[in-house]
């Protein structure tokens, strides 16, 4: 049974940092690839980073790049989002999903077929 759980959400004022993680379980953890997502309130959701287990390289979207860092830890079958200079506007439900069954770039955020329950990140002004 596939497992994503994430941890590391809070509260933060702009300008802060915080680290997500996602810890996989219930699948080979190699060569999938994995993502970070996120929901504002009362919006859709949107992909903003993702990552090769495989090695394969990391995308961001703009919004992002430059202050969000995707990584992972192969021994602890975990996936980070490192968050710096955080805005009003990152507040959101962040959640982490892998795609599995499916292939296609790692990029194409449609892909991802399985989520976790998500982690809240509040950002104050």
């Known amino acids: 049974q596939v497992q994503l759980v994430e941890s590391g959400g809070g509260s933060v004022q702009a300008g802060g940092s915080l680290r997500l993680s996602c810890a996989a379980s219930g699948y080979p953890y190699r060569n999938k690839c994995m993502s970070w997502f996120r929901q504002p309130p009362g919006k859709q959701r949107e992909g903003l980073a993702a990552?090769?287990?495989?090695?394969?390289?990391?995308y961001y979207v703009d919004s992002v790049k430059g202050r969000f860092t995707i990584s992972q830890d192969h021994a602890k079958n975990t996936v980070y989002l490192q968050m710096n200079s955080l805005k009003a506007e990152d507040t959101a439900m962040y959640y982490c999903?892998?795609?599995?069954?499916?292939?296609?770039?790692?990029?194409?955020?449609?892909?991802?077929?399985?989520w976790g329950r998500g982690t809240q990140v509040t950002v104050s002004s």
């Open positions: 990552i090769s287990t495989g090695g394969r390289g990391v």
């Open positions: 999903a892998v795609t599995i069954g499916r292939s296609g770039p790692c990029s194409l955020f449609s892909l991802y077929n399985y």
